[in-house]
T-cell receptor
Framework: KQEVTQIPAALSVPEGENLVLNCSFT??????LQWFRQDPGKGLTSLLL?????REQTSGRLNASLDKSSGRSTLYIAASQPGDSATYLC???????????FGQGTTLQVKP | NAGVTQTPKFQVLKTGQSMTLQCAQD?????MSWYRQDPGMGLRLIHY???????DQGEVPNGYNVSRSTTEDFPLRLLSAAPSQTSVYFC??????????????FGPGTRLTVL
């Protein structure tokens, strides 16, 4: 059974810092991995999707990497801003079941 | 495009009552799913559908029914509400799943309290 762990659970940084969020998963049989952002009381917004054949994806200040064989993905946020404050969730899609399994998320606070 | 819409935004039920959570998407997506989000449990899949007329169970299907009569709509029915069903419910959709690497789009959620 796929298990997804996100470390750290919470993170507080001053504005302008570069930071890395970690996601690890136990089953490397995945089609892809998706990173989401969730603001308090809101739904999930897709940030990046990395297919299993890719090593990384970039969108603006965000860069996500994937090492499928070691069961790890990282989300790199450059020059963090207070507007980046949210919970970030990773979700690999199992190639056995076709379903997403979500981590518990990392709650990020960026202080002005 | 409105994307994925959910109604109602908030709902309070008494134990034993039934209700339907509505979900609609206007992106012509084949794959739709329902999740519940609980503190400490993350998001868990309730039911999903790979196309009109086809539904299947997810990780936590007990107490919930679904049907998919059209591509656009995927309602979730609570048959007899229980306090354990107090949660935030999210509907999601995508073109499909698998090797195409389809991005999932989520609705804004329905916050349900069962007393």
């Amino acid at each position: 059974k796929q298990e997804v762990t996100q470390i750290p659970a919470a993170l507080s940084v001053p504005e302008g810092e570069n930071l890395v969020l970690n996601c690890s998963f136990t089953d490397s049989a995945i089609y892809n991995l998706q990173w989401f952002r969730q603001d308090p009381g809101k739904g999930l917004t897709s940030l990046l999707l990395i297919q299993s054949s890719q090593r990384e994806q970039t969108s603006g200040r965000l860069n996500a990497s994937l090492d499928k064989s070691s069961g790890r993905s990282t989300l790199y946020i450059a020059a963090s801003q207070p507007g980046d404050s949210a919970t970030y969730l990773c979700a690999p899609e199992s190639s056995n079941t076709g379903k997403l399994i979500f981590g518990q998320g990392t709650t990020l606070q960026v202080k002005p | 495009n409105a994307g994925v819409t959910q109604t109602p935004k908030f709902q309070v039920l008494k134990t034993g009552q039934s209700m339907t959570l509505q979900c609609a998407q206007d992106m012509n997506h084949e794959y739709m799913s329902w999740y519940r989000q609980d503190p400490g449990m993350g998001l868990r899949l309730i039911h999903y559908s790979v196309g009109a007329g086809i539904t299947d169970q997810g990780e936590v299907p007990n107490g919930y029914n679904v049907s998919r009569s059209t591509t656009e709509d995927f309602p979730l029915r609570l048959l007899s509400a229980a306090p354990s069903q107090t949660s935030v419910y999210f509907c999601a959709s995508s073109y499909g799943t698998g090797i195409l690497g389809n991005e999932q789009f989520f609705g804004p959620g329905t916050r349900l309290t069962v007393l």
